[in-house]
């Protein structure tokens, strides 16, 4: 028996692993999920102040703009609230002592730490990633007189530096755990989003990669920032400088809408430019154990009924169970199995203006990027995008630190 593709639909959630812990948003909702000392799971459930009506949010590439900066601080905050439940269990029944930034700014303290570390981050991320390559090119500069050639080092530089620092932290084994939960996330997202029932033995089957991951999003950045910089060039030393921190917005807007079309859409074209970041997330993925699935799951039920989405987009079946013999000739093995379908392709094989379309025929058109209506030759708009792009409208908003996007309108997304 062939094995059959498993067809996905975008859900609308995306999440991020935070220490001991998973965080998953729905829309204007998300849950942080962590595993104390004590062994308990700790599920908080918070809102956002987020209207997807905004225009803000609705302006092709504005909206990744947006969405880069709000994620970079929603990101920070949920990794500090996770770290303080663990620091908190840890530390109860000793004595606590002030630190100097509590002596200080006593209420706020907390918020001057978060603002020092967002700041930090940032000024540390524009040096590893942009002015050690430019340096380095710089010197390179007064031996190699091609420019373009020291351009392309130059971009070379910032990828081979992005992914050794990936790979570096990963030694790390509070890091190897993050990516260990990272992985788990992205295994529940795609468990509720080829139809599976969301139990841990599922996701544990499921896959750890996903295209709507930050990871990808990252490298997007990284890879773009190289070609741009390519084709806008000047020879005065400090517009240089200027020049590529002023296309860090513009970066995060063309990646946002990059990642979307990646995430919802299927041609060999945005495959291709998937692929690398698939690769990446090799690494910054691990395969979890099933107690941080369990997290995972917390977390997702706690803002999602995916036993509601998948009744509405999947329909399931069991069938017999067929091998193939030596002489080409399938047969049943005795055994059954449970085979899972689009709800929206099994009703459009049922109805009757499908004329000779079948099955085969379907997959085959949407594999190669189709539409629902081009795939089965008709007009009606009833079935479009069956393969889980644009469906329902699915709103919310995208985060990037490895949040797998939350789709924004028409556009949607999701991780």
Not at 94 to 108: A, C, G, N, P, V
Request: glycine residues 8%; aromatic residues 8%.
């Amino acid at each position: 028996m062939a094995k059959r593709r498993r067809r996905s639909v975008f859900s609308g959630i995306g999440g991020q692993a935070v220490l001991e812990g998973v965080m998953m948003r729905n829309r204007k909702e998300y849950a942080i999920a962590v595993r104390k000392p004590d062994g308990n799971i700790s599920v908080d459930i918070k809102q956002l102040d987020y209207d997807p009506k905004q225009l803000k949010r609705r302006i092709p590439f504005v909206r990744g703009i947006v969405s880069f900066v709000e994620s970079l601080t929603l990101g920070m905050d949920i990794l500090s609230f996770s770290a303080s439940l663990i620091e908190e269990e840890e530390e109860e029944g000793k004595e606590q002592k002030k630190s100097l930034f509590e002596k200080i700014f006593k209420d706020k303290a907390e918020d001057v730490v978060m603002g020092l570390t967002v700041l930090f981050s940032i000024a540390f991320a524009i040096l590893l990633f942009m002015v050690i390559p430019y340096a380095v090119s710089e010197l390179l500069g007064k031996y190699i007189r091609n420019k373009s050639l020291i351009l392309l080092i130059e971009g070379a530089l910032r990828i081979l530096i992005f992914i050794l620092y990936v790979a570096g932290i990963a030694l790390m084994k509070d890091i190897r755990r993050l990516y260990q939960y990272h992985g788990a996330e992205h295994k529940c997202i795609n468990c509720i989003e080829t139809g599976r029932p969301l139990t841990v033995k599922n996701v544990m089957k499921s896959s750890r990669f996903h295209k709507r991951c930050g990871t990808s999003f990252m490298l997007f950045v990284v890879v773009l920032g190289v070609i741009l910089c390519f084709f806008i060039r000047t020879d005065v030393i400090w517009m240089k400088i200027a020049l590529r921190l002023a296309l860090i917005p513009v970066l995060a807007g063309i990646s946002y809408e990059l990642l979307q079309l990646a995430g919802k859409k299927e041609s060999f074209l945005l495959s291709l430019i998937s692929t690398p970041g698939l690769w990446l997330q090799s690494v910054t993925t691990r395969e979890p154990d099933e107690s941080m699935v369990e997290v995972a799951i917390a977390a997702t039920e706690a803002v999602f009924d995916w036993e509601a989405f998948q009744d509405k987009h999947f329909v399931r079946k069991m069938v017999k169970k067929t091998r193939t013999e030596s002489d080409g000739k399938e047969v049943e093995t005795g055994e059954e199995t449970m085979q899972i379908d689009v709800r929206e392709i099994e009703e459009m094989l049922r109805s009757g203006n499908t004329g000779v379309i079948n099955r085969e025929l379907i997959n085959n058109r949407l594999n190669a990027g189709m539409d629902g209506n081009e795939a089965a030759g008709m007009n009606t708009g009833a079935y479009g995008d069956m393969g889980g792009n644009n469906m329902n409208n699915v709103q919310g908003n995208n985060a990037y630190g490895n949040m797998n996007g939350y789709g924004n309108n028409r556009w949607g997304q999701g991780q």
